[in-house]
């Protein structure tokens, strides 16, 4: 684990997002070494859900030092998870680089302090969790490595969800509206019962999955109405309102006299409207692999259903503890071995939707008659599925960050950019050894109603899921249907991606 001791100044550290598990900061210091950078800390509920003051924030954590479970928790192999192991399921060059680094507890409790203020309300009920010590170091995907002089930099963050519709044998029957309808849709009846969101979303992950160019304009002008925390907006890093106008008009430089793109600039008479953010990332998407291998890997690896999966923990668990051992790292890493052998990775892009599912189905070795007998199944082939089931879970949380810049002139190329950094590590020995991590970012090019844009994409937040977290899986799924069944039911339901 990595000490630097350079980035133990909160002054150099700006708020910039959070999720449900990390809050991410952007460093704003002076070493040109971490200026395109940002550090992702995790979080923890605290024990009141009251607002809070700053001056007792520090007080509100679960102190985790002594708890078992917590310690056990290896910290140490999250980055070699997203790497190695979503990496080698997702493809390397999309899945973010992540440096372990150790954060003294006084410049946690600090941090934590610093960015309450810019925090937002309904994310109040977590905090840093100051127990842990560690953090991580990550490339800023809001930002290009080598900034543009006069075009800004656009990334927008696309939390995706749940790209498939299952269509598993092993689904029950008073289940198989999941069958016609994605999940997402129907969690948004459950959401709006139980106040979470006040309106429903108008997105839906299956249209922008589909590839089909006009279903997946849709879903992102759905996102853009209706984004609750499935969309972001960054402005050269930093996070913007969302509105039609400003996708419309963000990627304009400041030389543009006016927010428009006409035949003058570009000698297109198509394109006298402004170019949209929206019509650029259209594209992107329908060209690039990354959400046809994101949605087909989650159906995949979710082939049994959460009812089967769960079917195997309750089987498995210990009868005292009532718990199964986590995963390690070289069993997860094993599990998507073995998954690869299983599905062949090409041939999984080249089928159509229908032929895929097919193919996927046969692979298996389980029948859902075979889960009758579970007695009858290998305990090794249970655990299998289960890990697979977590692999997915992760999948399916994940982000995809696009981001986004008019090319400066027609000689720039969009090679990728590497940003060496050395950090220097000291060991527990009193030995100090420098060690050089290298950030890169692979960059595209794309011309979009006859303009050049420069683009990169990446996946991020691929933390690995819990294996003590499957009941709460189950209960969810669960919840999320009968709220639906008893909200809309299920006849003249208008299936999900049904044109």
């Known amino acids: 684990m990595t000490t630097i001791d350079q980035l133990y100044r909160v002054e150099h550290w700006k708020y910039m997002a959070e999720g449900n598990a990390n809050v991410v900061l952007q460093y704003i210091g002076p070493d040109l070494r971490f200026r395109t950078t940002v550090l992702r800390v995790r979080k923890i509920a605290r ?5 809070t003051s700053a001056s007792f924030i520090t007080s509100q954590f679960k102190d985790l030092a002594d708890d078992p479970m917590a310690q056990k928790e290896n910290l140490f192999t999250e980055p070699l998870f997203s790497s190695k192991i979503i990496g080698q399921l997702l493809g390397h060059e999309y899945v973010e680089q992540l440096v372990l680094i150790s954060l003294p507890t006084e410049f946690l409790k600090a941090l934590s302090e610093a960015i309450e203020p810019w925090r937002p309300s309904y994310r109040l009920h977590k905090g840093i969790d100051c127990s842990r010590s560690v953090g991580f170091l990550a490339l800023d995907h809001t930002r290009f490595l080598k900034p543009s002089s006069s075009q800004p930099s656009i990334a927008l963050e696309i939390k995706p969800k749940w790209g498939f519709i299952s269509q598993s044998a092993f689904i029950p029957r008073n289940r198989d509206i999941k069958k016609r309808k994605c ?13 979470q969101e006040a309106n429903l979303s108008e997105y839906c992950p ?26 972001r907006l960054f402005l050269d890093g930093v996070q913007q309102s969302i509105s039609k106008e400003t996708m419309m008009h963000c990627l304009i430089g ?8 006409t035949e003058a600039i ?26 046809r291998k994101l949605g087909r890997l989650q159906l995949a690896l979710d082939s049994l259903d ?5 079917r195997f923990y309750t089987q498995m668990v210990d009868p005292v503890t ?21 599905v062949d990775m090409g041939e999984m892009m080249s089928h159509d939707q229908e032929t ?48 986004v810049r008019r090319m400066e002139n027609a000689e720039e190329t969009p090679e990728s950019k590497i940003n060496p950094v050395t950090l220097r590590e000291t060991y527990r020995s009193g030995g100090v050894t420098d060690n050089k991590i290298q950030f890169q970012e692979h960059c595209r090019q794309i011309k979009v109603m006859g303009i050049d844009f420069i683009y990169k994409i990446a996946c991020i937040d691929l933390d690995p899921k819990k294996m003590a977290a499957v009941p709460k899986y189950l209960n969810k799924d669960r919840e999320i249907v009968d709220y639906y069944l008893a909200a809309v039911g299920d006849r003249n339901v208008k299936n999900c991606g049904s044109k």
């Open 47 to 51: 024990l009141s859900r009251r607002k």
């Open 183 to 195: 999940r997402f849709c129907m969690h948004q009846y459950y959401k709006l019962v139980s106040e």
């Open 206 to 231: 299956i249209n922008l999955f589909s590839y089909e160019e006009a279903l997946v304009q849709d879903a992102l002008e759905a996102l853009v109405k209706t984004p609750q925390n499935n969309l």
């Open 254 to 261: 400041p030389d543009a006299e006016k927010l428009q793109l």
């Open 266 to 291: 570009t000698g297109d008479e198509e394109a006298t409207l402004p170019v949209s953010l929206t019509d650029i990332v259209t594209q992107i998407l329908i060209q690039s692999p990354l959400l």
């Open 306 to 310: 959460v009812e089967t999966v769960h």
């Open 322 to 342: 009532n718990t199964l051992p986590e995963p390690t790292f070289e069993e997860f890493l094993n599990t998507a071995e073995a998954f690869m052998y299983r």
């Open 356 to 403: 895929f599912e097919a193919i996927n189905a046969a692979s298996l070795g389980i029948e859902p008659d075979d889960v009758e007998d579970l007695e009858a199944i290998p305990a090794d082939l249970m655990l299998h599925f289960i890990r697979e089931f977590l692999l997915s879970a992760t999948l399916k949380d994940c982000s995809i960050l696009i981001t």
